[in-house]
């Protein structure tokens, strides 16, 4: 999805009177040329998760669980991606109750009833400031900013497919029923790489080892069209 380029270069005059607001144009013209330049050679078929780094031994995205209170709690432990604008997502032990979620849309557990897809968007020209603030800088501050990024719920029926993913992705679906709430464990978002999800690798690697008596045995290298011809359910690309 290439998106047009919305923040432009400052034009720097000498002896001009340069202000904060100068500094951050500039960063998001930086910012969005970058995200323009990803996404020239995006498809429906090269976006969403990025392989998990080898430091992550526990491979899993995000977990849904009922909590001691009757609510559900999401915990995204590490989901770094690319969405199909070509905006990169990067986030990591994030805590949210899905029903607080579900409380912002306004409706009550009667109208929630039903399945709705957990989105991971962001934001980089609304950056949020983080780190330890240094004692000794005048004024304080915090060294770093990241980007901003919300998790919400949409249900199933709202969500375009021919539209979708310009600056967020699909990473979970949730089947709500009364005050109870269920993950869709079989459910895989968009992947770059067949070594981008749990379940891929676990698929590929049962899928060698069937094939594994005829001699021949797929290259990883091969991945993204393997995972293109898996049956597997996805909400943005068409198998």
């Known amino acids: 999805m290439i ?71 999401l915990i995204i432990k590490h989901c770094s991606a690319l969405t199909l604008a070509g905006y990169r997502i990067e986030l990591r032990d994030r805590r949210v109750s899905v029903k607080s979620l579900a409380k ?10 039903g399945e709705y897809y957990i989105l991971i968007s962001v934001n980089p020209f609304d950056k949020v400031p983080f780190g330890d603030i240094d004692p000794e800088e005048i004024p304080p501050r915090h060294p770093n900013a990241h980007a901003n990024y919300h998790i919400e719920l949409l249900p199933v029926s709202s969500l375009n497919s021919s539209y979708s ?7 979970g679906k949730v089947d709500f029923k009364g005050n109870i709430t269920q993950v869709n464990s079989n459910f895989i978002p968009p992947c770059t790489s067949v070594q981008s999800h749990p379940a ?18 797929p290259k990883m290298g091969q991945d993204v069209h393997f995972a293109n011809n898996l049956m597997i359910e996805n909400p943005t690309i068409s198998l």
């Open 104 to 113: 912002s849309m306004n409706l009550n557990e009667e109208q929630i009833d």
């Open 3 to 73: 998106q047009p380029i919305k923040h432009f270069a400052i034009n720097w005059v000498d002896g001009m009177k340069v202000s904060q607001r100068h500094l951050n144009d500039q960063d998001n013209f930086l910012i969005d040329t970058i995200r323009d330049a990803n996404s020239l050679a995006i498809t429906t078929y090269n976006y969403g998760l990025l392989p998990i780094p080898n430091e992550f031994t526990d491979k899993t995205i995000f977990d849904v669980h009922n909590t001691a209170t009757n609510d559900v709690q």
């Open 200 to 217: 891929l690798i676990d698929y590929y690697n049962g899928y060698a080892k069937s094939i594994g008596n005829l001699g021949f045995k």
């Open 165 to 171: 993913g310009g600056n967020y992705l699909v990473v």
